[in-house]
């Protein structure tokens, strides 16, 4: 039975977490070439300003008791109307191991209706940095300012034995993510008022930009948004996950199912100097895939900016206009 938990410090879990995540290799290639300030659209160029409204970003992040444990509280300011984080255990599908679940509710009426956002993780993160990054007080202050408030949910994705388990049921059956989100986080999450596609988003940073996009066009009938940042779309590793499973890796292999994305609004963020060789181009390189087969998306490109949680803080206020425009009015 899932129950509420107060989780150990962060910084802890995450120092254990690394040491099970050590396996991940990822070829690194620098890369310096600058492909300009500004931010491409669609099929278009516009400047930022035409994007995403100026909103104001803060260094924290509001938490409910909960949380405060696990990074400290800094409180938000008097007249912004914050939301708060829980935090719960949820049986892993093989019933050998229970999982973190990040929760952030905004502080409106009846939010147990709200849409929903699954947000997941890199490697090697943990659900709670998102958190940390700042996303409670910019989402406090975005709500505030008159927006469609929603629901954010932060599963661990981590493995049992590798952190690397790019959100997919794995060959050797034992770390089943896919799974956990769809069967376990879902239901546990959504309870008494299931969602609808129209009212529910996957979203993620890096390995969980992949399993944002893998997860939504493996399912497009549960998924009408989604939002990959420094993700990638193809099988970086076929011989782990995915045991060297042809039949396993092509299905899931984002590039080679564009054509399940029709109908879904699609978010692709990466940096200019992300020095991931895993990622490099592969934001461009979907975004063409798509537009060959008439499905629109949205590229944005953002100047200097690297693969890590600055990357992420900044792109906030683009993510949530992103869906803001999504939701069912």
Same mark, same amino acid.
């Given at each position: 039975?899932?129950?509420?938990?107060?989780?150990?410090?962060?910084?802890?879990?995450?120092?254990?977490?690394?040491?099970?995540?050590?396996?991940?290799?990822?070829?690194?290639?620098?890369?310096?070439?600058?492909?300009?300030?500004?931010?491409?659209?669609?099929?278009?160029?516009? +400047?930022?300003?035409?994007?995403?409204?100026?909103?104001?970003?803060?260094?924290?992040?509001?938490?409910?008791?909960?949380?405060?444990?696990?990074?400290?509280?800094?409180?938000?300011?008097?007249?912004?109307?914050?939301?708060?984080?829980?935090?719960?255990?949820?049986?892993? +599908?093989?019933?050998?191991?229970?999982?973190?679940?990040?929760?952030?509710?905004?502080?409106?009426?009846?939010?147990?209706?709200?849409?929903?956002?699954?947000?997941?993780?890199?490697?090697?993160?943990?659900?709670?940095?998102?958190?940390?990054?700042?996303?409670?007080?910019?989402?406090?202050?975005?709500?505030?300012?008159?927006?469609?408030?929603?629901?954010?949910?932060?599963?661990?994705?981590?493995?049992?034995?590798?952190?690397?388990?790019?959100?997919?049921?794995?060959?050797?059956?034992?770390?089943?993510?896919?799974?956990?989100?769809?069967?376990?986080?879902?239901?546990?999450?959504?309870?008494?008022?299931?969602?609808?596609?129209?009212?529910?988003?996957?979203?993620?940073?890096?390995?969980?930009?992949?399993?944002?996009?893998?997860?939504?066009?493996?399912?497009?009938?549960?998924?009408?948004?989604?939002?990959?940042?420094?993700?990638?779309?193809?099988? @970086? @590793?076929?011989?782990?996950?995915?045991?060297?499973?042809?039949?396993?890796?092509?299905?899931?292999?984002?590039?080679?199912?564009?054509?399940?994305?029709?109908?879904?609004?699609?978010?692709?963020?990466?940096?200019?100097?992300?020095?991931?060789?895993?990622?490099?181009?592969?934001?461009?390189?979907?975004?063409?895939?798509?537009?060959?087969?008439?499905?629109?998306?949205?590229?944005?490109?953002?100047?200097?900016?690297?693969?890590?949680?600055?990357?992420?803080?900044?792109?906030?206020?683009?993510?949530?206009?992103?869906?803001?425009?999504?939701?069912?009015?």
């Amino acid at each position: 039975m899932p129950s509420t938990h107060s989780p150990r410090p962060l910084a802890a879990e995450r120092s254990h977490a690394i040491e099970q995540r050590r396996a991940r290799r990822i070829v690194v290639r620098r890369r310096r070439a600058r492909i300009g300030r500004i931010w491409r659209v669609a099929r278009g160029v516009v +400047p930022l300003a035409a994007v995403v409204a100026p909103l104001a970003l803060a260094s924290h992040d509001s938490r409910s008791s909960t949380a405060q444990a696990a990074s400290g509280d800094v409180g938000a300011p008097a007249a912004v109307a914050r939301g708060h984080v829980t935090v719960r255990m949820l049986d892993a +599908p093989t019933g050998v191991r229970r999982q973190h679940v990040w929760i952030y509710w905004p502080s409106v009426p009846n939010s147990r209706s709200l849409p929903i956002v699954y947000w997941l993780h890199g490697v090697p993160d943990l659900p709670g940095e998102i958190f940390q990054a700042g996303l409670g007080h910019t989402l406090d202050a975005y709500f505030a300012a008159g927006h469609r408030p929603f629901v954010v949910v932060a599963p661990d994705g981590s493995g049992a034995f590798s952190g690397d388990t790019e959100w997919a049921d794995a060959a050797n059956g034992v770390d089943r993510e896919e799974s956990f989100l769809l069967h376990s986080v879902m239901p546990a999450i959504e309870g008494r008022f299931p969602r609808d596609r129209a009212h529910r988003a996957i979203a993620g940073f890096s390995m969980g930009g992949y399993g944002a996009m893998n997860v939504a066009l493996r399912h497009p009938d549960l998924f009408g948004q989604v939002a990959s940042l420094s993700g990638y779309f193809h099988v @970086d @590793d076929p011989q782990g996950v995915f045991g060297g499973r042809a039949e396993l890796v092509a299905a899931n292999s984002p590039d080679q199912h564009v054509q399940h994305a029709r109908g879904m609004r699609i978010l692709l963020d990466v940096g200019t100097q992300d020095d991931q060789g895993v990622v490099h181009g592969e934001a461009q390189r979907f975004w063409h895939l798509l537009g060959r087969v008439g499905i629109p998306s949205t590229l944005i490109v953002a100047p200097e900016a690297q693969h890590n949680y600055t990357f992420v803080h900044s792109q906030f206020p683009v993510i949530e206009t992103f869906l803001d425009f999504g939701w069912p009015s």
